[in-house]
């Protein structure tokens, strides 16, 4: 089992985020995340979706989503360059002073920002990818008492000459 | 000049060549009835269900290899085709079936007969839309024609809300298709094919798996031709049982849980497994593990999707069937399967396809019986003991063919596939092979066989239980018999299908002897007046064999 990225380029039109979602719970594939949104051509829609699955399963839900009518292309995007990010918000509460100076730290080695403060409470934004957006929710975990965490699922895009994931 | 939706609608169906559509009425569909009505020119069939209504078009479909058309109402017009949509989805059947919807404005209202029609038959067509914008109607019934009959057929729903039908718009009705996200294919990889007979030609022990794909495809001559040149023999799945006459001395029968000994065997112990059109389906390949052990697999199948899933192959090739056999037949050449065959023909002798105790009104002696007197023919089944006897026993050829549910199992499926069937060739003796169980699922169609003029001869094995499952009790649940008794043990007749069968204008004859069976067959080849219900009261106990208990090994037989 393992995790991989396929983006999708569909029909923009009612019922097509149900088609594929009632794909993957219908054979049993497991859906991790999927994102959507309209792309240049407003009659197209671009969805990024992550999955946990084997080869043989991979390959079958690579197929599948092809043969739908509502599918343009399939991009299976496991083994290539990509720049990939996730928004995240957090939202931490109860925070002493000293806890507030230490989210603006947080937020400083992480590359995230603090956006928005009150008497005891602030929130961090960052838009970074999955991996570093899990480490930072665990870090606020550890460090504070009481976190909310809002995700919005990964954007994925076809890299032009670097090399990052 | 601007016309109406239901103008169009009409329009579209003349253009793509519909000559009938079968059609349950209600609210929200009058007006496209109507419009049918005033033009005159499409035959309108009246079922008495719209489960039933689209099994008559997956059977017209099936015997004219036209795209079979519905109309149904919104609500519960809608969802009672659910079971039989499912139906046409898992046996490939091209179908496009119109339903009825509230008007735009009420959607999402839970208004009168109002349901989420495409939301809920999502996972059981090939594809489905509601028609939102007048402007779209034209081009979506052009594309719901297309996407039906080709590449793997299949069901569509277009979903018309009452407002689209009567809106002004354009009178257009394209000629052309272009869906972005829909090729089919249309060709094959030559060099994947030619891969595919290479591994063939050097086979020793190869054996040609055909499927439900073939006669799909209607490529039956092109196999037969394929394994005549090369001399391979040939089994098949239950689906693909014509596709190569069944008299062929290459042909050995059917493969899977109740084929053949000598078909299973082969599988198990051939070294090229040549399979077309099969989407590997555990019903053929039993434990996966144990399915063709030793042999390199070739799969040739127009669904991409259905290659390497089930079973991997070694050499796939997406195409269609007729295309694949047709490229293949240029380079066919013989190949040495004398000793082979030989070795199959001595597991055939050893366990031949017969019933053990073939002594008084048996199953097998009734299918003999249809294939004395039925020639040119079509033949439907529904599900259960009687489908596999069928299966078995039934003879195919260029002029009698078979239509079975195949992948849902649907009992009630038989009977009225039947009249689709008749309605779509009027001058073809139509026979259904049915049950007592299957065909109380939908035997209120005897009345709209009586008012469509389409005598079919229902040959129904009466024996008074649920069959298939009390087997399974009587082998696998210690002779539990639950809930598979379909009458008191008291009582006669339950029903009592004679007086039914003259409740609906058609003829009744009970068969309780083997002499019997032959001058009644007769008699209902010879009553084209109305249908005839021929009861064969068998016995309770018959047992379709041989089985293979489900996930067990193909080779691992009861006998």
Known sequence: MEKRWIALYVENEVGVLAKISGLFSGKSYNLLSLTVGTTEDETVSRMTISVESDDVTFEQIKKQLN?????????????????????????????????????????????????????????????????RNNELIALCNDVFARIEVVRGGSVAIESISTSCR | MDIAGKNLFVKALKNEGVDTIFAYPGGVITDLLDEIEKDGSIRIVLPRHEQALVHEAEGYARATGKVGVCLVTSGPGATNTVTAITDAFLDSIPIVCFTGQVSLPLIGNDAFQEVDTIGISRNITKWGITVRRREDMGH???????????????????????????????????????????????????????????????????????????????????????????????????????????????????????????????????????????????????????????????????DSASISRNV???????????????????????????????????????????????????????????????????????????????????????????????????????????????????????????????????????????????????????????????????????????????????DAYVPDFMKLAEAYGAKGIRVTQREEIIPALKEAAENTDSCTLVEFMIDKDEVVLPMVKGGNSTSDMIL
Request: aromatic fraction near 8%.
């Open chain 2, 140 to 302: 979506i019934i052009k594309e719901a024609f297309y996407v039906a009959k080709t590449g793997k057929p299949g069901p569509v729903i277009i979903d018309l809300p009452k407002d689209i039908q009567v809106s002004s718009g354009d009178s257009e009705y394209p000629s052309e298709v272009n869906i972005r996200g829909y090729k089919p294919n249309e060709g094959v990889h030559v060099g994947q094919l030619k891969k595919a007979w290479k591994t063939l030609k050097n086979a020793e022990r190869p054996i040609i798996l055909a499927g439900g794909g073939v006669n799909n495809a209607r490529a039956d001559e092109e196999l037969t031709a394929f394994a005549e040149k090369t001399g391979v023999p040939v089994v098949t799945t239950v689906m693909g049982r014509g596709a190569i006459p069944t008299s062929h001395p290459l042909y050995f029968g059917n493969a899977g849980m109740h084929g053949a000994y000598a078909c299973n065997l082969a599988i198990k112990e051939c070294d090229v497994l040549f399979s077309i059109g099969t989407r590997f389906n555990d019903r053929i390949t039993g434990d996966l593990n144990d399915f063709a052990p030793n042999a390199q697999i070739v799969h040739i199948d127009i």
């Open chain 2, 312 to 490: 991997v192959v070694n050499v796939p090739v997406v195409s269609d069937a007729k295309v694949a056999l047709e490229k293949l037949n240029e380079w066919a050449a013989k190949i040495n399967t004398e000793d082979w065959i030989k070795e199959i023909k001595a597991w055939d002798s050893e366990y031949p396809l017969e019933m053990p105790n073939d002594v008084g009104l048996t199953p097998q002696a009734i299918m003999r019986g249809i294939n004395e007197v039925f020639h040119e023919s079509f033949i439907t089944t529904d599900v259960g003991q009687h489908q596999m006897w069928a299966a078995q026993f039934i003879e195919l050829d260029k002029k009698r063919h078979m239509i079975t549910s195949g992948g849902l199992g649907t009992m009630g499926f038989g009977f009225p596939a039947a009249i689709g069937a008749k309605v779509g060739l009027p001058d073809t003796p139509v026979i259904c092979v049915t049950g007592d169980g299957s065909f109380q699922m939908n035997l209120q169609e005897m009345a709209t066989a009586n008012t469509e003029d389409t005598p079919v001869v229902i040959c129904l094995l009466n024996n008074e239980v649920l069959g298939m499952v009390r087997q399974m009790q009587n082998l696998f649940y210690g002779k539990r018999y639950v809930a598979t008794d379909l009458k008191k043990a008291d």
């Open chain 1, 67 to 131: 043969r739908m009518v509502e599918v343009i292309k399939v991009i299976d995007l496991t083994d290539v360059n990509i720049h990939m990010k996730e928004i995240l918000y957090i939202k931490i509460k109860q925070m002493s002073e000293a806890q507030k100076q230490e989210a603006f730290r947080i937020a400083q080695v992480f590359s995230a920002e603090v956006i928005d403060i009150g008497a005891d409470s602030c929130i961090i934004a960052s838009m970074l990818t999955e991996h």
